[in-house]
């Protein structure tokens, strides 16, 4: 159980850095000048928050395996033996990291919109470049007012490594499951992961008060 405890975490941690870079991504896409980019990101969000998270999972991790394989072996007889092997660890990953990337998202683009004009303006008054305006004006007050968002994404992300179960990665859920069909007593496994996804959930939200905290200190209420 403690060996599947920190094989979750791991995945939840990473899918969730890979969720907030697509995130930022996102949003600069849907703000940006370009029809294009705000007519891709308008679609990516759409379609993945209108797809079940089950279904994207079992979709990438066996659809999109074969279906590349099928791909390349059609290219030439010269790659008629080409195997495509993704671990369920880096496919459960990606799966989350995508499906919640559409979240933070819409988490980042109200963020963004959030941040007073005025300090935009005052930035280039004081002849900071774009960069230097990015990164000592509106990264730090994005995150201040994205924060809470990104704690919501992150307490769902967190559940929803268990999804990772059904691609045989021997996450806590997975482990339980083995347990339980070993000793023939379920409800004492399944009641220690809820259990442990409850400490999960405590510790995060102490943590994200403290970030929150921190990110408004100075700030007047």
Do not use: H
């Amino acid at each position: 159980m403690l060996q599947g405890l920190k094989v979750t975490l791991l995945a939840g941690v990473t899918s969730m850095v890979v969720a907030i870079l697509l995130g930022l991504l996102g949003a600069w896409a849907k703000l940006s000048g370009s029809k294009p980019a705000r007519l891709a990101a308008e679609a990516y969000t759409t379609v993945i928050r209108a797809i079940p998270e089950l279904v994207l999972m079992l979709l990438v991790y066996y659809g999109m395996t074969q279906l590349t394989q099928d791909l390349v072996r059609g290219l030439s007889e010269s790659f008629k033996d080409f195997r495509l092997n993704l671990d369920p660890f880096t496919a459960g990953v990606l799966t989350l990291g995508f499906i919640y990337g559409a979240f933070t998202t819409e988490v980042f683009r109200g963020a963004f919109l959030a941040v007073q004009k005025g300090q935009l303006e005052a930035a280039v008054a004081c002849g900071m470049g774009r960069a230097l305006m990015v990164r000592r004006v509106l990264l730090p007050q994005m995150m201040r007012y994205a924060l809470p968002g990104l704690g919501n994404v992150w307490m769902v992300l967190i559940k929803a490594t268990a999804l990772m179960s059904v691609i045989q990665l021997p996450e806590l859920v997975r482990n339980a499951e083995i347990a339980a069909g070993a000793t023939r007593m379920p409800f004492t496994f399944y009641f220690a992961v809820a259990l442990l996804f409850l400490c999960i959930t405590a510790v995060s939200m102490l943590g994200l008060q403290g970030a929150e905290r921190w990110a408004n200190r100075g700030v007047r209420r």
